[in-house]
């Protein structure tokens, strides 16, 4: 559980609009950290895929013009295409992209909602906070249907990451 973002001396009536302010804030928060882990995930998959075609595709090539070297030519080169295929397939870059692009989509979600929580909400009516809500809301409804859900390890690394203090300001610690 962390720490509650919903500030002391609100009206009653803003109670349960901070209440939900608060919960958008924390799922973006778990949200933008699942996508940046997604996002290295991938581009580390990428790598993982990539290099070791490009490298196996030229030695390959260099081997082939070397000349009588039996089948290691072929088999290298079917290697590299195996892994190129993977690669085009699973599409890692543009996966990381995404991924990238969801993170930091999350991470202005969190931002407004914390910037509403600790300066607006305060000073607003009662309609006014509603309004903003809804807005939150629906920015956040639009972002759980475009992104890609986290994998399980990514998860766990974004678990690690905010349960270490990955996602909090030093402003907010006191020092």
């Not at 070791?52 to 013009?65: F, I, Q």
């Not at 195996?82 to 599409?91: D, F």
Request: glycine residues 8%.
């Amino acid at each position: 559980m962390l720490v509650s973002l919903i500030p002391d001396g609100l009206p009653e009536s803003h109670g349960a609009i901070a209440q939900e302010a608060d919960r958008i804030h924390e799922s973006a928060l778990w949200s933008a950290q699942g996508q940046f882990e997604q996002a290295k995930l991938w581009r580390l998959i990428n790598l993982m895929l990539g290099v070791p075609a490009a490298a196996l595709a030229a030695v390959s090539g260099g081997t082939a013009l070397a000349g009588d070297v039996g089948v290691w030519p072929g088999v290298l080169a079917l290697i590299a295409a195996a892994l190129s295929a993977t690669l085009t397939t699973v599409n890692a870059s543009r996966r990381m992209t995404q991924a990238q692009a969801s993170a930091s989509a999350y991470l202005e979600l969190q931002t407004a909602a914390r910037q509403f929580l600790s300066i607006d909400l305060a000073v607003m009516s009662r309609e006014d906070a509603r309004d903003t809500l809804r807005t939150l809301t629906g920015t956040r409804d639009d972002l759980n249907k475009t992104s890609d859900p986290p994998g399980r390890l990514a998860y766990k690394l974004s678990r690690r990451t905010i349960t270490r203090g990955g996602q909090s300001y030093s402003v907010d610690e006191g020092v």
